[in-house]
């Protein structure tokens, strides 16, 4: 849904986005991305962020656990 939420990433995370808008921003650093329809990130576990969900979104994601 629309909306701002906070993430900590305990595993990676790949995401390809189907639908909607959002801003990441990446805490520590401040790195701003806007991602939408057709773009893919890479979200390395440890690091937390904050998606500004501005469109509704789907996503296809994959998750990959530390070993």
Not at 41 to 62: M, N, Q, S
């Amino acid at each position: 849904d629309v909306g701002r939420y906070e993430f900590m990433f305990d595993y990676d995370e790949f995401v390809y986005i189907i639908r909607g808008a959002m801003t990441v921003t990446v805490h520590g650093t401040g790195a701003t991305h806007v991602l939408s329809e057709g773009d893919t990130a890479h979200f390395p576990e440890g690091v937390t962020t904050t998606w500004e969900i501005t469109r509704p979104l789907t996503k296809y994601f994959v998750a990959r656990a530390g070993q």
